[in-house]
Protein backbone atom coordinates (compact mmCIF):
# COMPACT_ATOMS: atom_id res chain seq x y z
CA UNK A 1 0.00 0.00 0.00
CA UNK A 2 1.19 3.07 -1.31
CA UNK A 3 1.09 6.01 1.85
CA UNK A 4 1.70 9.63 1.25
CA UNK A 5 1.84 11.14 4.97
CA UNK A 6 1.59 15.02 5.88
CA UNK A 7 0.69 16.51 9.31
CA UNK A 8 -2.80 17.51 9.56
CA UNK A 9 -1.66 20.66 11.36
CA UNK A 10 -2.82 23.31 12.04
CA UNK A 11 0.25 24.94 10.92
CA UNK A 12 0.02 28.50 12.56
CA UNK A 13 2.40 31.82 11.11
CA UNK A 14 2.14 34.94 11.03
CA UNK A 15 2.03 37.07 8.04
CA UNK A 16 5.07 37.58 6.16
CA UNK A 17 6.98 34.28 7.92
CA UNK A 18 7.84 31.37 6.01
CA UNK A 19 5.89 28.56 6.30
CA UNK A 20 7.27 25.14 6.11
CA UNK A 21 5.20 21.96 4.89
CA UNK A 22 6.20 18.54 5.45
CA UNK A 23 5.35 15.48 3.19
CA UNK A 24 7.13 11.70 3.46
CA UNK A 25 6.04 8.97 1.19
CA UNK A 26 6.77 5.22 0.92
CA UNK A 27 7.07 4.04 -2.44
CA UNK A 28 10.35 4.50 -3.21
CA UNK A 29 9.85 3.98 -6.86
CA UNK A 30 8.23 7.37 -6.80
CA UNK A 31 8.78 9.89 -9.59
CA UNK A 32 7.03 12.70 -9.41
CA UNK A 33 6.17 14.91 -6.38
CA UNK A 34 3.47 17.77 -6.22
CA UNK A 35 1.98 20.06 -3.99
CA UNK A 36 -1.71 21.60 -4.20
CA UNK A 37 -3.40 24.25 -2.43
CA UNK A 38 -7.30 23.29 -1.46
CA UNK A 39 -9.44 26.08 -0.32
CA UNK A 40 -12.33 24.75 1.74
CA UNK A 41 -15.23 23.07 -0.61
CA UNK A 42 -12.79 23.60 -3.99
CA UNK A 43 -11.17 21.78 -6.10
CA UNK A 44 -7.08 21.13 -5.90
CA UNK A 45 -5.41 23.69 -7.72
CA UNK A 46 -1.37 22.63 -8.56
CA UNK A 47 1.23 24.92 -7.05
CA UNK A 48 4.67 23.20 -7.80
CA UNK A 49 5.77 19.83 -9.24
CA UNK A 50 9.58 18.56 -8.99
CA UNK A 51 11.11 15.50 -10.39
CA UNK A 52 14.70 15.63 -8.77
CA UNK A 53 16.71 15.74 -5.62
CA UNK A 54 17.23 19.14 -4.56
CA UNK A 55 15.18 22.71 -4.86
CA UNK A 56 12.70 23.84 -7.28
CA UNK A 57 11.92 27.72 -6.71
CA UNK A 58 8.76 29.88 -8.37
CA UNK A 59 7.87 32.89 -6.91
CA UNK A 60 7.63 32.66 -3.16
CA UNK A 61 7.17 28.84 -3.36
CA UNK A 62 9.94 26.60 -3.05
CA UNK A 63 9.85 22.57 -3.19
CA UNK A 64 12.38 20.50 -1.75
CA UNK A 65 13.11 16.87 -2.64
CA UNK A 66 15.21 14.38 -1.13
CA UNK A 67 14.55 10.89 -2.56
CA UNK A 68 17.13 8.91 -0.15
CA UNK A 69 14.88 10.43 2.70
CA UNK A 70 11.71 9.79 0.81
CA UNK A 71 11.01 13.31 1.78
CA UNK A 72 9.32 16.65 0.12
CA UNK A 73 8.65 19.84 1.18
CA UNK A 74 7.15 22.83 0.53
CA UNK A 75 8.33 26.41 1.51
CA UNK A 76 6.05 29.51 1.23
CA UNK A 77 8.29 33.46 1.83
CA UNK A 78 6.29 35.87 3.05
CA UNK A 79 3.31 34.35 3.91
CA UNK A 80 0.15 36.00 3.28
CA UNK A 81 -3.57 35.91 4.74
CA UNK A 82 -4.78 34.30 1.49
CA UNK A 83 -2.13 31.43 1.41
CA UNK A 84 -4.69 30.38 4.39
CA UNK A 85 -5.56 26.85 3.38
CA UNK A 86 -4.88 22.91 2.91
CA UNK A 87 -1.57 22.08 1.11
CA UNK A 88 -1.86 18.51 -0.59
CA UNK A 89 1.02 16.40 -1.24
CA UNK A 90 0.68 13.94 -4.22
CA UNK A 91 3.16 11.37 -5.24
CA UNK A 92 3.10 9.22 -8.59
CA UNK A 93 5.11 6.48 -10.05
CA UNK A 94 5.40 5.17 -13.41
CA UNK A 95 1.63 4.13 -13.72
CA UNK A 96 0.97 8.03 -13.11
CA UNK A 97 -1.85 7.07 -10.62
CA UNK A 98 -1.26 9.51 -8.03
CA UNK A 99 -1.24 9.19 -4.01
CA UNK A 100 -2.31 12.33 -2.12
CA UNK A 101 -1.81 12.98 1.52
CA UNK A 102 -3.98 14.10 3.49
CA UNK A 103 -3.37 17.53 3.71
CA UNK A 104 -1.34 20.38 6.21
CA UNK A 105 -3.95 23.20 7.20
CA UNK A 106 -1.99 26.11 7.10
CA UNK A 107 -3.36 29.47 8.88
CA UNK A 108 -1.79 32.64 8.24
CA UNK A 109 -2.66 35.28 10.74
CA UNK A 110 -2.17 38.77 10.33
CA UNK B 1 -8.92 30.52 -20.22
CA UNK B 2 -10.37 26.79 -20.93
CA UNK B 3 -11.83 25.02 -17.64
CA UNK B 4 -13.17 21.81 -16.26
CA UNK B 5 -16.97 22.12 -15.79
CA UNK B 6 -19.36 19.41 -13.56
CA UNK B 7 -22.55 19.42 -13.18
CA UNK B 8 -24.83 19.34 -11.02
CA UNK B 9 -22.35 20.73 -8.15
CA UNK B 10 -24.31 19.55 -5.55
CA UNK B 11 -26.45 16.19 -5.62
CA UNK B 12 -28.49 14.76 -2.56
CA UNK B 13 -29.64 10.84 -3.56
CA UNK B 14 -31.20 8.23 -1.59
CA UNK B 15 -29.39 4.98 -1.06
CA UNK B 16 -29.39 2.18 -3.40
CA UNK B 17 -30.52 5.19 -6.28
CA UNK B 18 -28.75 5.79 -9.34
CA UNK B 19 -26.42 8.81 -10.06
CA UNK B 20 -24.56 10.44 -12.83
CA UNK B 21 -22.32 12.94 -12.60
CA UNK B 22 -21.40 14.89 -15.50
CA UNK B 23 -18.32 16.75 -16.88
CA UNK B 24 -16.97 18.58 -19.56
CA UNK B 25 -13.33 18.34 -20.50
CA UNK B 26 -11.27 20.93 -22.08
CA UNK B 27 -12.39 20.11 -25.75
CA UNK B 28 -8.56 19.63 -26.86
CA UNK B 29 -7.94 16.99 -24.29
CA UNK B 30 -7.86 13.60 -24.51
CA UNK B 31 -7.51 11.98 -21.73
CA UNK B 32 -9.93 12.70 -18.47
CA UNK B 33 -9.92 11.01 -15.21
CA UNK B 34 -12.48 11.02 -11.88
CA UNK B 35 -11.58 11.69 -7.81
CA UNK B 36 -13.62 11.83 -5.20
CA UNK B 37 -12.61 13.38 -1.91
CA UNK B 38 -14.57 12.08 1.24
CA UNK B 39 -15.02 14.99 4.11
CA UNK B 40 -11.56 15.64 5.71
CA UNK B 41 -10.03 13.16 3.62
CA UNK B 42 -7.27 12.70 0.91
CA UNK B 43 -8.44 12.74 -2.53
CA UNK B 44 -8.63 9.44 -4.45
CA UNK B 45 -7.65 8.34 -7.95
CA UNK B 46 -10.75 6.27 -9.28
CA UNK B 47 -10.01 5.96 -12.89
CA UNK B 48 -8.54 7.41 -16.28
CA UNK B 49 -9.84 7.39 -19.87
CA UNK B 50 -8.50 7.59 -23.01
CA UNK B 51 -9.67 6.63 -26.51
CA UNK B 52 -12.98 4.88 -24.97
CA UNK B 53 -11.15 2.55 -22.59
CA UNK B 54 -10.21 2.88 -19.02
CA UNK B 55 -6.56 2.93 -18.65
CA UNK B 56 -6.41 2.41 -15.08
CA UNK B 57 -8.31 2.38 -12.12
CA UNK B 58 -8.35 1.82 -8.82
CA UNK B 59 -9.34 -0.74 -6.05
CA UNK B 60 -12.50 1.95 -5.32
CA UNK B 61 -13.55 1.94 -9.08
CA UNK B 62 -15.70 -1.37 -8.58
CA UNK B 63 -18.29 -2.75 -10.60
CA UNK B 64 -20.63 0.03 -8.93
CA UNK B 65 -18.77 2.57 -10.64
CA UNK B 66 -18.94 2.78 -14.60
CA UNK B 67 -17.75 6.11 -16.58
CA UNK B 68 -18.59 6.94 -20.57
CA UNK B 69 -18.21 9.38 -23.28
CA UNK B 70 -21.36 9.36 -24.43
CA UNK B 71 -21.09 12.05 -26.89
CA UNK B 72 -18.16 14.58 -27.91
CA UNK B 73 -17.86 16.64 -25.21
CA UNK B 74 -19.53 14.63 -21.96
CA UNK B 75 -17.50 12.81 -19.83
CA UNK B 76 -19.65 10.92 -16.98
CA UNK B 77 -19.35 9.06 -13.99
CA UNK B 78 -22.33 6.63 -13.07
CA UNK B 79 -22.86 4.92 -9.83
CA UNK B 80 -25.15 2.20 -9.88
CA UNK B 81 -26.69 1.65 -6.45
CA UNK B 82 -25.14 4.29 -3.88
CA UNK B 83 -24.46 3.53 -0.68
CA UNK B 84 -23.84 5.89 2.22
CA UNK B 85 -20.11 5.86 1.75
CA UNK B 86 -20.13 6.91 -1.48
CA UNK B 87 -20.35 10.31 -0.11
CA UNK B 88 -18.39 12.47 -1.15
CA UNK B 89 -16.61 15.74 -3.72
CA UNK B 90 -16.27 14.04 -6.68
CA UNK B 91 -13.78 15.54 -9.06
CA UNK B 92 -13.06 15.61 -12.67
CA UNK B 93 -9.66 16.44 -14.57
CA UNK B 94 -8.50 16.21 -17.97
CA UNK B 95 -5.39 16.26 -19.89
CA UNK B 96 -4.07 17.10 -23.39
CA UNK B 97 -1.99 15.05 -25.33
CA UNK B 98 -1.39 11.27 -23.94
CA UNK B 99 -1.14 10.02 -20.60
CA UNK B 100 -0.74 13.17 -18.95
CA UNK B 101 0.62 13.30 -15.01
CA UNK B 102 -0.88 15.39 -12.23
CA UNK B 103 1.38 17.92 -13.60
CA UNK B 104 -1.12 18.30 -17.05
CA UNK B 105 -4.45 17.68 -15.64
CA UNK B 106 -6.86 20.33 -14.61
CA UNK B 107 -9.15 19.61 -12.03
CA UNK B 108 -13.06 20.57 -12.65
CA UNK B 109 -14.87 22.29 -9.19
CA UNK B 110 -16.30 19.27 -8.25
CA UNK B 111 -19.69 17.92 -7.76
CA UNK B 112 -21.02 17.59 -4.01
CA UNK B 113 -22.69 13.89 -3.65
CA UNK B 114 -24.74 13.40 -0.34
CA UNK B 115 -25.98 9.81 0.32
CA UNK B 116 -28.62 9.50 2.54
Known amino acids: QKEVEQNSGPLSVPEGAIASLNCTYSDRGSQSFFWYRQYSGKSPELIMFIYSNGDKEDGRFTAQLNKASQYVSLLIRDSQPSDSATYLC??????????FGRGTSLIVHP | EPEVTQTPSHQVTQMGQEVILRCVPISNHLYFYWYRQILGQKVEFLVSFYNNEISEKSEIFDDQFSVERPDGSNFTLKIRSTKLEDSAMYFC??????????????FGPGTRLLVL
Open chain 2, 93 to 106: ASSEGQRGGLETQY
Open chain 1, 90 to 99: AVSGGSYIPT
